[in-house]
């Protein structure tokens, strides 16, 4: 048997199981059952390229007749399906909705409130549940949002904190500032958005309270930087410089134009850890350089590399390419790249590497990246940054910065 | 002599065509309209509206949006995006009668959300027919629906074919020819042309193309016993055989990558740094530059054509009518941009519409070749999509609203 097929039986076999799962007590009677296990087969198992789409779309109109007490039952397969296959469930799920908001019957409340309550459950899922809830109840945000400032779903935390922020700025209009200062820090500290971040890094500045932005996101700040190497002609996007066969930061290196390269540490003071080569490393065309970080971390965890950069990319994490992305001055933002791995008990190694192009417009001169360490909501993950010397060997320890 | 006859008859059948799939006259099913003419055959059309004046029905959007409504039948379909990250994609259908919300639906999105704040995910336009609408995003996410609402097929592009990469932010539209939507995917990454079964969702022929972003809305054109499928970049524009991708022939140059090509009767008139009017060859043999000009200048806008002039409107907001004969001006009138919106025709009068919500109704059926502008109507919201025209009426799309004009 390959691996392949290893792969796809263990997968049938999750499947299977979870419909069982997901008949619970609270599901259609059991003659109806035996039809809606198989509308819902065919969601679950619609995939890549449009296959499985013309069965799937059967069981979408299929099952937008049903009873708004399937609802939950469409809910839970959303923490293990695909994309494609929560497009699909989604759909069916608006489409019961409608029909049953529009036939005037209720919605099955008190089973999506205990769904949108189950923080276990798939954070979309759990906010298409709040969105149904609020189609048919206004009173849903001020009941529920309150509670939802760390929740694990972005959007209602989004919506979370910008209720305690307006709280905030009603005390502070009020004059009272303690209040404000401690609904600011508490909506500061559930804020994953960058917008939000710096609204009430603002206010607590105003208040008298510093805030550390970077620590906040879990941007790297501490690198030793290497270049430039050649990126002439955008060769160098491709070309495997000694960088990316394992760092050594005592190596030194023959780079572009013959320059001798040697790995400098560098730390950035940016409030979201903009690391700028053309002042780090020094002007140069194409041009790659390569950003080198070792972390700490107490305990094996899933970790998301996110980046930010106009210049084109690549990213390791303890060797393993985590982004590749080859695209020049077409903009920036904070957490453009994202990459999904797994950070080691003890020492990792994080590599980046940043190539320049040769476009001479005054818009194409930026050569610099941040990037950060976080979970899958945008959490700093707790690991220690460790600083690096050029005259240390690679497995060299240093005094070492905590992330927060 | 026989293969120039040939070509003779293949050029003389070139023309405007209905889609195949059902669409009625007066519908608007598209990108710039029936087969992206941006021109309608609808007659009543008003000349003057505000905020107070021939407004019909307005509708309130969940998010912004830069694409078009399309129109089949009683139908207004649209699409829009919400969220901080614009990771909601919307689908909306309303009546056109009264604007009533007839169904909304919303997917996930699955690609990336990066774009100019210019722009959002919300920026192809979808395409309609009898059969429903085809919505595709920024994200490379692409739905089936028919006329009520129901999910017929669903695709990830970005996850079946990884790499597409445009941080700009994706905005060309599909376009229907029979049983196939064509989707343009043409961006700085992994670039290619795609034709997918419109009832199921599958692929039916890829084909690579250039490596940059892009922004052209492909075109169909039909002569007789053949039809092509046209993708422009700003390398090349290169007809394809719709049914099988196979290359049929190309014209490179330094075209545009944003202002997309029209048809002029028996010619393709492609925007670039030389506008330039082709008439294709036979066979893969490479087409014949009629003229070329850089005196037609494009912005945002894409040309439009109607009885041998071509309509364009260029950086500084004026309007320049050209002969398509041989490119030369006939007339120009300045307006007001910024212009992110195509202008469209119909009645004779041309409609374009600028960013600040001021529309400029451009008298065409003029004896002596000057401009004359009817009337300046505004309203006071930001416009980047192009307007639809069809139920005697001209819909405008902006962020928060749709707006139907009409006479009242």
């Known amino acids: 048997m390959t691996h392949r097929t290893t792969v796809f039986g263990i997968g049938l076999v999750s499947i299977a199981l979870g419909f069982s799962m997901l008949l619970a007590a609270d599901d259609p009677p059991l003659e109806t059952n035996h039809e809606f296990e198989a509308a819902l087969k065919a969601l679950l198992t619609v995939s890549k390229e449009g296959k499985g789409a013309a069965e799937a779309a059967r069981a979408v109109r299929q099952l937008s007749g049903r009873p708004a007490d399937v609802l939950p039952a469409l809910l839970r397969p959303m923490d293990q399906a695909s994309p494609e296959a929560r497009n699909y469930l989604r759909a069916a799920i608006e489409a019961i909705a409608d029909n049953t908001i529009a036939g005037g019957k209720p919605l099955p409340v008190k089973q999506l409130e205990a769904f949108l309550q189950d923080q276990a459950h798939d954070p979309k899922a759990r906010r298409l549940a709040y969105d149904l809830l609020l189609r048919v109840d206004p009173t849903v945000p001020q009941r529920w949002l309150p509670g939802m400032l760390q929740d694990p779903s972005l959007e209602l935390r989004r919506d979370a904190v910008a209720l305690a922020m307006r709280e905030a700025e009603a005390a502070l209009a009020s004059g009272d500032k303690g209040t404000a200062r401690r609904k600011f820090e508490q909506a500061f500290q559930g804020a994953r958005d960058r917008d939000q971040v710096d609204a009430l890094a603002k206010h607590l500045k105003n208040l008298g309270v510093a805030v550390d932005i970077a620590g906040h996101f879990g941007f790297i700040r501490d690198w030793m930087l290497a270049g430039p190497f050649d990126n002439s002609g955008g060769v160098g996007f491709a070309a495997v410089y000694a960088p990316e066969k394992g760092v050594d930061p005592k190596q030194t290196y023959v780079g572009k134009q013959n320059l001798q390269v040697a790995w400098k540490p560098h730390s950035t003071t940016d409030p979201y850890g903009v690391v700028d080569l053309n002042k780090a490393i020094g002007k140069h065309m194409g041009a790659v350089g390569y950003a080198y970080a070792v972390v700490e971390s107490p305990e094996a965890r899933p970790v998301e590399v996110r980046v930010g950069s106009n210049n084109a990319v690549k990213v390791w994490l303890n060797g393993q390419e985590m982004i590749a992305h080859e695209e020049y001055h077409h903009g920036n933002r904070m957490d453009q790249y994202v990459g999904s791995g797994t950070l080691k008990a003890g020492r990792n190694e994080v590599l980046i590497k940043v190539c320049q192009n040769e476009q001479k417009e005054e818009w194409a001169q930026s050569w610099s990246f941040q990037l950060r360490l976080c979970d899958r909501v945008g959490s700093a993950v707790p690991v220690t940054v460790v600083k690096l010397r050029a005259d240390q060997a690679s497995a060299g320890t240093a005094e070492g910065r905590e992330q927060p | ?408």
């Open chain 2, 1 to 408: 002599m026989k293969t120039e006859l040939r070509t003779a008859a293949y050029l003389g059948g070139i023309s405007f065509i209905l889609l195949a799939s059902a669409v009625q006259a007066g519908d608007w099913p598209q990108f710039r309209g029936p087969n992206g003419s941006g021109v309608s055959d609808e007659k009543g059309l008003p000349i003057r509206w505000s905020s107070e004046q021939n407004i019909r029905w307005k509708a309130e959007l969940p998010g912004r949006g830069l694409s078009c409504p399309v129109i089949v039948g009683d139908r207004v379909y649209l699409t829009a995006c919400s969220g901080y990250q614009q990771d909601r994609l919307h689908v909306l259908c309303f009546r056109a009668a009264d604007g009533k919300k007839l169904w909304e639906r919303q997917l996930w999105a699955t690609g990336s959300t990066m774009c100019h704040p210019t722009t959002c995910m919300a920026a192809p336009t979808p395409v309609a027919d009898a059969q429903g609408v085809y919505a595709f995003f920024a994200t490379a996410d692409v739905a089936a629906y028919d006329p009520d609402g129901h999910l017929l097929w669903y695709r990830s592009l970005s996850r079946d074919y990884p790499g597409i990469a445009n941080n700009v932010g994706m905005a060309a539209s599909p376009v229907v020819f029979g049983d196939l939507l064509f989707l343009p995917l043409e961006n700085a990454g992994n670039s290619f042309a795609l034709a997918v079964d419109r009832r199921t969702g599958a692929t039916r022929w890829k084909v690579e193309r250039h490596r940059d972003i892009n922004w052209i809305t492909p075109l169909v054109v039909s002569g007789e016993g053949r039809t092509e499928v046209l993708f422009q970049t700003s390398r090349d524009i290169t007809a394809y055989d719709p049914e099988t991708g196979k290359r049929l022939w190309s014209h490179e140059g330094g075209l545009s990558s944003v202002s997309s090509p029209i048809l002029g009767r028996d010619r393709i008139l492609v925007p670039g740094g030389d506008f330039t009017a082709l008439k294709a060859a036979s066979g893969s043999a490479a087409p014949e530059v009629l003229w070329k000009t850089n005196r037609i200048k494009t912005s945002y806008p894409s040309p439009v054509f109607l009885d041998g002039r071509i309509y364009t409107l260029n950086q500084a907001g004026i309007l320049v009518c050209s002969d398509a004969e041989d490119g030369k001006t006939l007339w120009q009138v300045r307006l007001k941009g910024p212009f992110w919106a195509t202008p469209v025709i119909a009645d004779g009068k041309l409609y374009a519409l600028n960013e600040e919500g001021t529309t400029f109704v451009v008298d065409l059926r003029t004896d002596d070749d000057e401009a004359r502008i009817l009337a300046q109507n505004r309203l006071e919201d930001k416009f980047l999509a192009t307007p639809a025209i069809a139920h005697r009426s001209l819909f405008l799309r902006s962020d928060q609203f749709l707006y139907c004009i009409g006479e009242q």
